[in-house]
């Protein structure tokens, strides 16, 4: 049971990041790599104003940052016209010293003895409930701002812009700009989502965002397949429900000893796999189908 | 002068592409143009004779190389893109470049619309959508009961109306449309035809209109241009062209292009 809600409580905190996600890589298309740097930056960033005694400004904070990050990244694409793939992987290792900066220059940092949201919540409504209700509801409270944003003109801009770009610009829009807003709004959700993690698990890694972008991606695709993506708002539903279902198969797979701890990436990594090649997989099976059928003719 | 507004002005347009190189192409060469207020324009021309490259220039695609263009006696020579399109709405020939096939019908619509369309917060609204749904009633397609269709399950015709609208909803200074009926099938050709100039003439929208079909050119609208080689090379309006035949305007081209050959002989010799 204690497995089943620690998966429940991980699996809100995470599911934060797959919205991110869902925003860059579906609602805008854009394949973005910031995303491993991001996640450690609102993480270091968190780290550093919660040990100082702010927990609740260390989310904010970890919220700018994240979106300063998408920002650069969306500059880099479009002022300066350097690969979508290329900028991310650019923001990314430069985070990567300027987490180190920020976290003193050391890899690992301890919140221990420091206060953080999870405990005034503990302090409330329990050790488990407290975790539990603060991570839903950080996640429900996200899932509803961005549905709402999405519904707005700016919001319908970035949709389209993911679409139909050059339909955008003859409609006057800029889509330059929209991408910007994408993906920092993208990786603020990533940054909080970093942030929140370091509260509850107490202590912050330099390279705990490696392999976030794949982990984020399989709880997207996961969502689709079981509840699908008829909307924007079903679709941000959707990443949700899959970074908690994802977490649960893990968490499962891991109690009954299916695989060491470590595997974890690579697991992610061949969900991801299936799930995008199954297109191309049903192609084949249709092709094999029709040779065996033509073949009977020609007997 | 005559009292009508000058709307478009091209002064010394040119554009050449891979200047320098084996592969030069002078695209553009030295383009004037005039259109007043109202001006409906059609553009004949063989196969690469420059005319998308002019409607590129007009609309921004790429900055050109020389000259001048005016907008409703604004300078537009600099403006990026989507910038222009404030003003200026374009059909291309692809049904699928215009829309954006995930979004519904209503949403495009909306899209297009944030141009003029009061500050509100919301894109979806009552006023608009009872608007959206009385344009897409005047087509005559039965789309205004399919408001909330993804536009992706549409036909290339019916898609190919949903831009026209999109592309005329906020009244737009110019209208381009580059071969927009050439990619369907004859009974839709006809029809997006119809509500094109049932559009252009109810909005007197200041329009120009690329075509292939040289009968349609000389009947439809008030003035022709033939391009060739990056150059005007024909401009008629009024009786002139009133009285023009489909066979002495395919004469007209033979015989100008023949001069052009001579000349290029001349040069070699
Ligand atoms: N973006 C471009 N880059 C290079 N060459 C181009 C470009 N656009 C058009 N051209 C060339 O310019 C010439 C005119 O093309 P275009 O304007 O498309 O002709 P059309 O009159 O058939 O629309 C063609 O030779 C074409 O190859
Ligand atoms: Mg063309």
Avoid: W
Wanted: charged share 20%.
């Amino acid at each position: 049971m204690t497995l089943v809600i620690g998966s429940i409580q991980l699996g809100f905190l995470y599911a934060i990041l797959a919205l991110g996600i869902y925003i860059t890589f579906r609602i805008l298309n854009l394949p973005d790599l910031t995303v491993d740097g991001s996640f450690s930056f609102g993480m270091a960033c968190a780290a550093v104003i919660t040990l100082s005694g702010h927990p609740f400004l260390a989310l904010l904070i970890a919220i700018i940052a994240g979106a300063l990050a998408g920002c650069m990244t969306g500059l880099l694409q479009t002022k300066l016209s350097i690969h979508p793939i290329l900028s991310g992987i650019l923001v990314m290792t430069g985070l990567y010293t300027i987490n180190l900066g920020i976290m003193g220059g050391k890899s690992n940092l301890s919140l221990v003895g420091s206060s953080t949201l999870f405990m005034k919540m503990e302090s409330v409504f329990g050790s488990v409930n407290g975790k539990t209700s603060l991570a839903f509801l950080v996640c429900i409270i996200v899932i509803i701002i961005l549905a709402v944003f999405f519904k707005t003109k700016a919001g319908l801009a970035i949709r389209a812009t993911g679409d139909n770009e050059d339909m955008v610009r003859s409609s006057s829009i800029n889509a330059n700009l929209s991408k910007c807003i994408g993906l920092s709004l993208g990786n603020a959700c990533v940054a909080l989502s970093g942030a929140l993690i370091c509260q509850y698990q107490m202590f912050s890694d330099v390279s705990a965002g490696s392999g976030m972008v794949v982990i984020g991606l399989a709880s997207v695709i996961i969502g689709e397949t079981i509840i699908g993506k008829r909307s924007v708002t079903i679709g941000l539903i959707s990443s949700a429900a899959g970074s908690i279902i994802y977490r649960i198969i893990i968490a499962l797979a891991l109690k009954v000893d299916l695989f060491p701890s470590y595997a974890l990436k690579l697991i992610s990594a061949v969900i991801v796999m299936i799930a995008l090649s199954g297109p191309s997989i049903k192609a084949s099976i249709e092709q094999y189908k029709v040779r065996r059928e033509a073949r009977n003719h020609l007997d | 002068m005559n009292g009508l507004k000058q709307m478009l002005d091209l002064r010394n347009v040119s554009k050449t592409f891979y200047p320098g190189t084996v592969n030069e192409k002078k695209a553009l060469n030295c383009i004037n143009l005039h259109l007043e207020q109202g001006d409906f324009v059609t553009i004949i021309g063989s196969n690469g004779a420059g005319k998308s490259t002019l409607f590129n220039a007009i609309a921004g695609s790429f900055f050109i190389d020389n000259g001048a263009i005016l907008l409703d006696n604004k300078n537009i020579t600099a403006d990026p893109d989507y910038k222009r399109a404030y003003d200026i709405g374009r059909l291309m020939q692809d049904p699928m470049k215009g829309t954006a096939p995930s979004m519904t019908i209503e949403e495009n619509l909306a899209l297009a619309y944030t141009r003029k369309s009061k500050k509100g917060f919301f894109a979806l609204n009552k006023s608009d959508a009872s608007h959206f749904r009385e344009i897409l009633a005047a087509l005559d397609l039965g789309l205004e009961n399919r408001m909330k269709t993804k536009v992706g399950h549409l036909s290339g015709g019916q898609r190919q109306a949903i831009t026209l609208l999109m592309c005329t909803i906020s009244s737009p200074k110019l209208l381009l449309l580059d071969e927009h009926t050439a990619a369907l099938d004859p009974a839709a050709a006809q029809k997006i035809l119809k509500i094109t100039t049932d559009i252009v003439n109810e909005n007197k929208i200041t329009t120009m209109m690329i075509t292939h079909d040289i009968k349609a050119a000389l009947s439809l609208g008030n003035r022709t241009i033939m391009m060739d080689e990056g150059e005007i090379i024909l401009d008629i309006k009024g009786d002139k062209r009133e009285k023009l035949t489909v066979e002495e305007l395919l004469t007209y081209y033979s015989k100008e292009r023949k001069k052009q050959l001579t000349n290029d002989r001349m040069l070699l010799i």
